[in-house]
T-cell receptor, first 113, second 116 residues
Framework: KNQVEQSPQSLIILEGKNCTLQCNYTVSPFSNLRWYKQDTGRGPVSLTIMTFSENTKSNGRYTATLDADTKQSSLHITASQLSDSASYICVVSHPSGNTPLVFGKGTRLSVIA | DAGVIQSPRHEVTEMGQEVTLRCKPISGHNSLFWYRQTMMRGLELLIYFNNNVPIDDSGMPEDRFSAKMPNASFSTLKIQPSEPRDSAVYFC??????????????FGPGTRLTVL
């Protein structure tokens, strides 16, 4: 069964610290993997998109890595800010492209002063 | 530029009533997606359209749910009759034409539906 598992479910860190969120998937075949950031009360916003041939992709303080062999991805946040408090959702897609998409349930990150 | 527009932003209704959610995708985008989000299940894809044609509706939970896209700038998601378990946030997203598998989806602000 195609699944995407994210860990931890929730995380609290101090402002300025780094953190890493994990995503393990069993989707096969696999086309691309996306990380979204969802602020409370808003829709998800894309952070990174990686195809199976890409190992890393950065977007400012956000760096996503992908190991297609072990079917694992991580999202690393450097020098966290209060505005990083949000849910981070990992999404894996099949080769057909936009669908079908398999969503993780997200990691809820809280950055505190 | 206006992003994806959804209305209403909040809807409270009683069980058994008909609910219609509306979405205006970003101009020029040719794919439109309806999602449902709950704490228990996270984000779930309900249905998606390409060039106004429904491509995959396997995520639609049951016959009470229906979606239409009469033109490139408008889509509706209807629930009839509504039930308390339909309470969730419903998102609409759109994506532009381009090479398959790499299209970013742009999400609307969502409609929070509460069925009493």
């Amino acid at each position: 069964k195609n699944q995407v598992e994210q860990s931890p479910q929730s995380l609290i860190i101090l402002e300025g610290k780094n953190c890493t969120l994990q995503c393990n998937y069993t989707v096969s075949p696999f086309s691309n993997l996306r990380w979204y950031k969802q602020d409370t009360g808003r829709g998800p916003v894309s952070l990174t998109i990686m195809t199976f041939s890409e190992n890393t992709k950065s977007n400012g303080r956000y760096t996503a890595t992908l190991d297609a062999d072990t079917k694992q991805s991580s999202l690393h946040i450097t020098a966290s800010q209060l505005s990083d408090s949000a849910s981070y959702i990992c999404v894996v897609s099949h080769p057909s492209g936009n669908t079908p998409l398999v969503f993780g349930k997200g990691t809820r990150l809280s950055v505190i002063a | 530029d206006a992003g994806v527009i959804q209305s209403p932003r909040h809807e409270v209704t009683e069980m058994g009533q008909e609910v219609t959610l509306r979405c205006k995708p970003i101009s020029g985008h040719n794919s439109l997606f309806w999602y449902r989000q709950t704490m228990m299940r996270g984000l779930e894809l309900l249905i998606y359209f390409n060039n106004n044609v429904p491509i995959d509706d396997s995520g639609m939970p049951e016959d009470r749910f229906s979606a239409k896209m009469p033109n490139a700038s408008f889509s509706t998601l209807k629930i009839q009759p509504s039930e308390p378990r339909d309470s969730a946030v419903y998102f609409c997203a759109s994506s532009p034409p381009g090479t398959g598998g790499y299209n970013e989806q742009f999400f609307g602000p969502g409609t929070r539906l509460t069925v009493l």
